[in-house]
């Protein structure tokens, strides 16, 4: 539900502080993906493609009209006795007949051949999923980069009221001439010190916002609220784009391969000619007259053999090259699945302390605070827990958030 609402926020735009999550960005960024329109495109083109393929099995028909003169022609004139003379045809002579053949047999080369047409379209649509894997690691570094901006600031804003209520003090103090303007003067430049860390982060937060503004194609302020997301489980499948390519591309040599054997099989056709000629089929007799031959055709590409031996030989070699591909991608997946484990772990085992320092530093602040307050302590060593007490702070954002961004990163690792 707060991913639908969150999607219906940012695509109406209404006027309220949205909640954002990683989901609903990987959504938006799919939708705004330029290089998805190229899918539709492509599947039409398929349709063409196949239909195409598909016309061979549709009888052709061809016209022809001839007209000729011969130099010479047959002319029998050693007869017995008794037999009538036999006129020669004639040495101009015409022809208009359609030749009709319809393939009956093709040894499965069509059918290979819309194999060959949609695996090659689907290389062109994982191609495509590669761009936009690329795309979310993207996503996920700007989202997750958002949350802890937002999270340094809210410490940091938690610290600069402790310093803004220390200036109030001080500034009582050195009207009442308790205090020197040197003391006035630290504080005053420790709370302009907090403000630039403030604008600097700021920016950057912004920066980063309108970052996945462009991304996501929608309006994302930066007062809306970034949900942080939950911890993925560690157990993932391997989906990415480039092992799904492999794969493809095995497939496609295979269809090629099938195509090379299929070649080397005969095709049976059937075949039909009518015809109005003169001569016709009776070439001694020398007037027009209308035929017709029909019968079956066997072909049979004898040197087609040698590509198939050769073919062969190529589609192994090209195999050989795919698995090798699939090892070395296996290969860096896992070398950078180490990676992150190494850093889950690590993350992991920080947080379990972070809370209890956190506590620590913060007793160890208040108490200092109070020395401050009552002469025991000086500003500088005030600011010192201060500032030790906002690094704890510090240091559990990063490494809560950052622990959740590593099991996001692990499952994108894998395509998921």
Not at 27 to 33: C, D, E, T
Not at 54 to 70: D, I, K, V
Not at 198 to 205: A, C, D, I
Request: with cysteine.
């Amino acid at each position: 539900m707060r991913f639908l609402i969150s999607i219906f926020v940012i695509l109406t735009g209404i006027n309220i502080h949205a909640q954002i999550t990683l989901d609903s960005c990987i959504y938006l960024a799919r939708q705004n993906f330029p290089q998805y329109g190229q899918i539709k495109l492509l599947n039409e083109a398929l349709d063409k493609q196949l239909w195409n393929i598909s016309t061979n099995w549709l009888p052709t028909l061809n016209g022809t009209a001839q007209a000729s003169y011969q130099s010479n022609v047959i002319d029998i004139n050693i007869l017995p006795p008794g037999f009538p003379t036999i006129t020669p045809p004639p040495r101009d002579q015409y022809k208009f007949y359609f030749d009709a053949s319809q393939l009956i047999f093709d040894g499965g080369t069509i059918r290979h051949q819309k194999n060959i047409v949609r695996s090659t379209t689907h290389v062109e649509e994982v191609k495509i999923e590669g761009e936009f894997f690329k795309l979310k690691e993207k996503i996920i570094l700007t989202y997750f980069g958002i949350l802890l901006i937002n999270e340094q600031l809210s410490i940091l804003n938690l610290t600069k009221n402790e310093i803004s209520n220390s200036l109030k003090k001080a500034q009582i103090a050195y009207d009442a001439k308790t205090i020197s303007a040197y003391q006035l003067n630290s504080i005053l430049a420790e709370d302009i010190k907090f403000s630039q860390r403030q604008s600097e982060l700021e920016s950057q937060l912004t920066i980063l916002i309108q970052t996945l503004q462009k991304i996501c194609g929608r309006s994302i302020q930066s007062k809306d609220e970034f949900i942080l997301p939950m911890e993925l489980p560690s157990n993932v499948t391997n989906n990415r784009p480039e092992l799904k390519l492999i794969q493809l591309q095995r497939a496609l040599l295979k269809y090629q391969n099938k195509v090379f054997v299929s070649n080397s099989i005969p095709k049976v056709s059937g075949f039909a000619q009518v015809g109005y000629s003169n001569p016709a089929l009776n070439f001694l007799k020398n007037e027009f007259q209308t035929y017709y031959v029909a019968g079956v055709r066997l072909n049979w590409n004898i040197s087609s053999l040698y590509q198939r031996n050769s073919g062969n030989k190529i589609t192994k070699l090209n195999l050989g090259i795919t698995q090798l591909q699939e090892e070395a991608l296996n290969y860096q997946l896992n070398i950078a699945q180490t990676q992150y484990e190494v850093d889950i772990s690590k993350f992991r085992q920080l947080i379990r302390t972070d809370q209890d320092l956190i506590l620590l530093q913060t007793k160890i602040r208040e108490a200092s605070l109070l020395q401050y307050d009552n002469g025991i302590k000086d500003w500088s060593d005030y600011l010192k827990d201060l500032h030790a007490e906002e690094q704890a702070k510090m240091n559990e954002v990063v490494h809560r958030i950052s622990f959740i961004q590593a099991t996001y990163l692990t499952s994108n690792l894998f395509g998921n």
